[in-house]
């Protein structure tokens, strides 16, 4: 057996007994597990789970502060500043999207930077519960540099995903985020795991020539997504996520994996914008149908079957998770039982035939 | 002769006086020669003075007002509506940028939508405006379905421009502008113009198949920039731009340049963040020059000189437009003197050495 498949209730319980036995404060493991657990049910697992294990080791070298005494500051009404003292990434983007929320719901947008953060899992996940609350959103965050600028072969970015959510009426958002470089971390990582080689295009080695092996890659760099498009749109979120907040940008950040020497200190960008302020909702939901109509209804270029929404693919594996468990790889899993093990908690997947 | 050179205040004056004698009320036509002529000088001539004959044909033919009735109307503190009423875009624009930095610089930031508009020339220069009142911005805009949606081959979304502003201290911002497509309307235009091929993979013909004949691709549909990436920005351009505003979304949009039928309605997407609400000017200026600094000082790869900030090519055309007078192509040169010509108005290039 490689893959196995759990009951998601069972696998948070299982992550937030693991957090709280490793020192994290409880209140905060519930958010942790829940944001690790909601991405690995949307298929996202570059962010999901196989965070959990280097989570817990930042936060045992004291590179990430639980609880964290994050503080909110502000000098106007629709922006507040979250100072996160190196707290959890997932307990402060949470904390700050449900602070752009409410201040959405009173003057009609709300713009909450994070400051001095770590590693929040999927953008998305803070954009669907920004959608909950009737609000189109924005979410943006910088990372380790990885990724060289247009014209470059040096890291000056990271993979700086920018995420876009907006409700749909049956509750499976709109929900948009990508890296805004050729290839995402992940990806590479995973390559590098399974032995298999990237595509042509994406990477240059340390030479600044084209590269499709993932170790030369990690030396060298990855390209911008669309070339210049790409890290016109990774710059802006550098500017969004790091510059405006006061975080790390660009090389001052440390990598997750391999530095322990600092903290990471990446910054956070979250913009909620409420849509009745600006439209009925009723009235917005008709529009959003008629768009998808329109999407739905597009001519299909051959071997194309439906024209999907961004999101849908995820609403699918979420769905999936719910209803017939939570899909984790076999290097997941391993990475989770030793956990399991080490805190001598009971592994919910032990005496049980899979 | 083909290209000719000529002062920036002479030719705006030049376009005002067309402007006014075509019955375009003269505040406004002070706006649109400031919009149209500053594109022009930026280089992006595909969205400037060659813009100026069907923007008066549209006019005379009752499709856009001026003055336009535009009208406020708002339900919270930082997101207001501007009402457009089939007014010019340029005018719908100004007007509407100008509140969203007024707002931004009462409560932090400021939404502005604009509903039922036209086209508003290059959305960069409503950064700029922005950008000048410090301001960081995302300026977006939808229009005629030319783009098919991942997986579609017929047209669902406009070329849908995406843009984000930032200043930096010597006034020369930061501007990021693109469609969303993988080509532009305008450069489609011009290779039918210049008899010349479009590039491979941005384009099919109406049957689906990858084209690089540009009139086919224009009975066709164009793809989204980057695949899926693309196609995702498209959407969020037209949710912003087109959904929330309440304006025409998708196939309701007419062709600028061939339906003669009903006024345009596109809809148009401001933000301003007022910088100083989230971290001191000053502090935000030294943060983006070293950001600049990390990006300028990337190895670059050979045959790249220098690595270049989005808006530096733009900022370059401008400074030589400044000194050696705006370049126009001789099509808009003639397009322009014909329009002269009809209104009996001085033309500046003529009984002039060139």
């Not at 954009?127 to 909950?132: K, P, R, S």
């Not at 498009?229 to 907040?245: A, H, R």
Request: glycine share 10%; with cysteine; charged share 25%.
């Amino acid at each position: 057996m490689n893959d196995i498949k759990i009951d998601f209730r069972i696998l948070e319980k299982f992550v937030i007994d693991i957090l709280c036995s490793a020192g994290i404060d409880r209140k905060e493991a519930q958010i942790i597990a829940k944001v690790m657990v909601w991405t690995e049910m949307i298929g996202r697992s570059g962010h999901g789970l196989k965070r959990l294990s280097i989570f817990i080791k930042r936060f045992k070298r004291g590179l990430i502060n639980s609880p964290s005494s994050a503080e909110f500051k502000n000098k106007s009404d629709a922006v507040y500043l979250l100072e996160g003292n190196d707290g959890p990434g997932q307990v402060l983007g949470h904390l700050a999207m449900s602070k752009a929320i409410e201040i959405a719901d009173k003057v009609g947008v709300g713009l909450v930077g994070v400051q001095n953060s770590n590693h929040f899992g999927a953008n998305s996940y803070y954009n669907q519960l920004a959608a909950e609350a009737n609000k189109i959103s924005i979410v943006t965050t910088n990372s380790f540099p990885i990724v060289a600028p247009h014209g470059g072969m040096s890291p000056v970015f990271g993979t700086n995903p920018f995420a876009f959510g907006a409700p749909v009426r049956n509750g499976q958002s709109i929900l948009v985020d990508f890296s805004t470089s050729g290839i995402s971390g992940a990806m590479i990582r995973k390559a590098i795991a399974d032995k298999r080689t990237i595509p042509i295009g994406v990477a240059l080695d340390e030479n600044g020539n084209d590269t499709v092996d993932p170790e030369r890659a990690s030396k060298g760099s990855i390209l911008p997504m669309a070339g210049a498009k790409g890290y016109c749109l990774g710059l802006m979120v550098e500017i969004l996520s790091g510059v405006i907040t006061g975080s790390a940008i660009s090389n001052e950040i440390g990598s997750v994996w391999k530095n322990f020497n600092k903290s990471n200190r990446v910054g956070h960008f979250f913009l909620a914008i409420d849509i009745p302020s600006i439209m009925p909702l009723e009235m917005y939901y008709d529009r959003i149908e008629d768009l998808i109509t329109y999407i739905k209804e597009a001519k299909k270029r051959e071997g194309v079957d439906e024209i999907l929404l961004p999101g849908e693919t995820r609403w699918h594996n979420y769905q999936q998770s719910i209803e017939n468990g939570v899909r984790m790889s076999k290097n997941t899993k391993d990475e989770l039982q030793s956990l399991g093990e080490e805190y001598k908690i009971k592994i919910p997947w032990k005496n049980k035939k899979s």
